[in-house]
């Protein structure tokens, strides 16, 4: 068998992300795969897609780009802006939150870790 699975680098900012993230998503699941005390590496599951998550020790010139997004399609329009509101607390919009020919509730935010999110109501499709 062959799997892949996706792998967000944070540098330092890994449980701040999880508990954000957690705060948006609360049947996420985490399951530590090293680390002492602060995590370091870990899988977690959001709405049912396993992510790598790492926080390297080591700085590096490149965080996150919006050109690799996570998709969350919801069914509610309500969840849609509940998503939106959490994950880009003091992040970026790049799409506000709006009617689009592709989704009739739709926000593409960055959260403040720089992690893009494209937030839809239904699963037609992402911009």
Do not use: N
């Amino acid at each position: 068998m062959i799997t892949a699975t996706p792998q967000l680098m944070f540098q330092g900012e890994l449980a701040d992300a999880i508990a954000l993230w957690s705060r948006a998503f609360p049947d996420m699941t985490i399951e530590e795969l090293s680390g002492e005390g602060e995590p370091r590496r870990v899988q977690a599951t959001i709405a049912g897609q396993k992510l790598f998550l790492f926080d390297s020790p080591m700085p590096h010139d490149f965080t996150f780009t919006p050109a690799i997004s996570l998709v969350i399609a919801c069914d509610r329009a309500e969840d849609v802006d509940r998503l939106a509101g959490i994950l880009g607390e003091d992040g970026q919009v790049f799409m506000p939150l709006d009617v689009y020919p592709f989704s009739p509730r739709f926000t593409w935010v960055a959260d403040r870790f720089g992690v893009s999110w494209q937030i839809m109501q239904g699963t037609e499709g992402a911009a």
